[in-house]
C-alpha cells in the first residue's frame, strides 16, 4: 500500500490554497533538482485547472549529496517566509535554474524587496535549519529519497506527474 503522508498538513506547513479545498497536492522537493524546477510549469497548470479546489503544500527534500546548494537554498526559503515571502523566494529559486550560490540566494531576497542583510546573517547562523530537516526527516521516514515526491489527498502518488495525470489523481478518476 502507497505511503501516507506524515504528518498530516499542519500549521507549520507552507500551502497555497483554501484549508478546506476538497484536493490537496503535497509535494517534497529540492530547489536545485533540475526535475523539481521542470516540474513547476506542470503543477501551476494543475494549479489553474483545479482553482479553488486545490490545496498546495511545498516541504523541503535537500538532496545534499547530488545538489550541494539544496540545503542552504532551503533555509533561504525559510528565512523569506520569516519575512512573509515564502511562495515568491519558492518561485525565484525555482526559476533561478541552478544560481543557489549563497550570493545568488541573497541577490534573490534583495531582488523580492526583503531585508536580503537579515536573510544573510540568518543563512550564516543556519536559523533555519531545523525547519529544513523536519521536513527532510519526515520524507526518510516516509521512504522517500528522491525530488519531486508527490502526495495525492494524503497518498504517495507513484504514478507519472503530468498535469493531466495529476488532476485525474486529485479528482480520483485514475
Known amino acids: 500500500m502507497p ?6 498538513l499542519g ?8 484549508p478546506g479545498a476538497p484536493y490537496e497536492l503535497v509535494m517534497y522537493g529540492d530547489f536545485e ?13 494543475v494549479r489553474s485547472r483545479l482553482g479553488d479546489e486545490l490545496r498546495f503544500a511545498f516541504r523541503h527534500l535537500p538532496l545534499e549529496d547530488v545538489h ?29 535554474r541552478g544560481h543557489l550560490e549563497d550570493a ?3 541577490s534573490h531576497a534583495r531582488g523580492l524587496g526583503l531585508d536580503a542583510d537579515r536573510v544573510a546573517a540568518e543563512l550564516a547562523a543556519g536559523a ?3 525547519r529544513v530537516q523536519r521536513d527532510a526527516a519526515s520524507a526518510r521516514a516516509l ?19 503530468d498535469a493531466g495525470s495529476l488532476v485525474a489523481a486529485l479528482r480520483g478518476e485514475g
Not at 505511503?3 to 498530516?8: F, G, M
Open 3 to 8: 505511503a501516507s503522508l506524515d504528518p498530516p
Open 11 to 18: 500549521p507549520d506547513d507552507h500551502v497555497a490554497g483554501d
Open 33 to 45: 533538482c533540475p526535475y523539481c524546477a521542470a516540474s513547476q510549469s506542470i503543477l501551476a497548470r
Open 68 to 96: 550541494p546548494h539544496a540545503r542552504h537554498a532551503a533555509e533561504a526559503a525559510e528565512a523569506a517566509a520569516a519575512q512573509g515571502a515564502f511562495w515568491e523566494m519558492h518561485d525565484a529559486l525555482y526559476a533561478a
Open 104 to 106: 545568488d540566494l541573497i
Open 128 to 130: 533555519h535549519a531545523g
Open 143 to 161: 521512504g522517500i529519497s528522491s525530488t519531486p515526491a508527490f502526495f495525492v489527498n494524503g497518498i504517495l502518488h507513484a504514478d507519472s506527474y
